[in-house]
């Protein structure tokens, strides 16, 4: 299947600092990724969906000037935590549609291996 | 959107099939119902995903109710690699977002 690839695995952050994370899909094009957030067992929480070329859109709740999506090419979208605390920290995740989902049977989700975020 | 309900947690012994039950008793007409798996530190793994019939693949079978309000994922021999948290997850199909509900955390035991 698609591979989606999240990079870093895991950053350490000083409190105020940005940190900014990666998310290339590496044997397709995806137009559509998300972007999720995860505290220690919960379940994932969608933050916003990033389009390329267009602005993200945002889940309700969700500071977009915080959360800065860019997603300027087919294969790369970038999530970058603005002057992150502590309360940011948590696990990010990124994911993108099946390529091959041209048609209603196949949309589903490959997802990245995740970004543990920790802000001291 | 519309919600899913699963149990919390369960148990399977290994090499036993597993019926993992997932309530969506508000789902509408063009809603499909997917469900995705998550092992710890990991992003979420595709298991498999259908409409109105039963599925089958490499990995489980999907066994959908006539009236679509419940499904059951099925994994037909368990094995430790298969403890995960499972999610059900609603979908309108292409262009829609997946939110994810609580999930059922299963634990298999050797």
């Known amino acids: 299947g698609a591979v989606v690839s999240q990079h870093p695995s895991w950053v350490i952050c000083k409190s105020g600092t940005s940190v900014k994370i990666e998310c290339r899909s590496l044997?397709?094009?995806?137009?559509?990724m998300f972007w999720y957030r995860q505290f220690p067992k919960q379940s994932l929480m969608l933050m916003a969906t990033?389009?390329?070329?267009?602005?993200?859109?945002?889940e309700q709740g969700v500071e977009k000037d915080k959360f800065l999506i860019n997603h300027a090419s087919l294969t790369l979208s970038t999530l970058t935590v603005t002057s992150a605390h502590p309360e940011d920290s948590s696990f990010y995740i990124c994911?993108?549609?099946?390529?091959?989902?041209?048609?209603?049977?196949?949309?589903?989700?490959?997802f990245g291996s995740g970004t543990q975020l920790s802000v001291l | 959107d519309a919600k899913t309900t699963q149990p919390n947690s369960m148990e399977s012994n290994e090499e036993e099939p597993v019926h993992l039950p997932c309530n969506h008793s508000?789902?509408?007409?063009?809603?499909?119902i997917h469900w995705y798996r998550q092992l710890p530190s990991q992003g979420p793994e595709y298991v498999i995903h259908?409409?109105?019939s039963n599925v089958n693949n490499r990995m489980a079978s999907l066994a959908i109710a006539e009236d679509r309000k419940s499904s059951t994922l099925i994994l037909h021999r368990a094995t430790l690699r298969d403890a995960a948290v499972y999610y059900c997850?609603?979908?309108?199909?292409?262009?829609?977002?997946?939110?994810f509900g609580t999930g059922t955390s299963l634990t298999v035991i050797p």
């Open positions: 990033s389009n390329e070329g267009s602005k993200a859109t945002y």
């Open positions: 508000t789902i509408s007409g063009t809603d499909y």
């Open positions: 994911s993108a549609r099946d390529p091959a989902g041209e048609g209603w049977t196949n949309e589903k989700l490959f």
């Open positions: 259908g409409l109105t």
């Open positions: 044997d397709f094009q995806a137009t559509t």
């Open positions: 997850i609603l979908s309108l199909g292409r262009g829609n977002q997946f939110y």
